[in-house]
């Protein structure tokens, strides 16, 4: 059974002078990201291949100004749970198969060759505490299944530094840029969450 550790909540104010015929001030409050593995009785369930796709996954999120990374769950808004990599529907379907009902998994058309990486984001209470990825949880607590995939820019025009086509590189840069765009659009929900947690 694979348990995820789930983070706290810290707000963070970056506050930004400009000097001049005046002082301007402009507070830009950043997410608080905490990256991690599944866990399995207490400890990181992390393989080489989790460990890579870890830090692949860290590469486009560090590139993110809206986040910023926490060294513990504890001191974050969301918890993100890097659960594995594969390839083709047969394996995909199988490793969402494994997660609870209660988590939000949307349906991923997938090429038989294609490659992907999932990733698990959590908010809300259940971020605070060990859960099982198959127990169902409350309300307030949300989980959500990303995937990012390599062949899903094939009919797009390609900027001359992306990554190569199917590679884990650029299942890294689309799972990154779904999330964000989840983040963007919930960025004020979660600070809302944050400012509760903290009274």
Known sequence: MRNLQRGGVLASLVLCFVVGSGTVAVARDELAVFLNFPETHGFSDATHALVETKELVRGPLSAATELRFVDRAE????VLTVL????????LTAALRTVSRSIVAPP??????ERYIDVLLTTGPCRTT??????????SCFRRIFVGVGLGELGERRAAK?????????????????I?????????RLRTLRTIASK
């Open 75 to 78: 001191d974050a808004d969301v």
């Open 84 to 91: 594995g990599r594969g390839k083709g529907d047969v394996e």
């Open 108 to 113: 991923v058309p997938i090429a038989s060759t």
């Open 130 to 139: 060990a859960i099982t990825v198959e127990d169902d949880s409350s309300d």
């Open 162 to 178: 992306k990554p190569r086509v199917n590679s884990w590189d650029m299942c890294a840069e689309a799972v990154v840029r779904d």
């Open 180 to 188: 964000r765009a989840w983040l963007t659009e919930n960025a004020n």
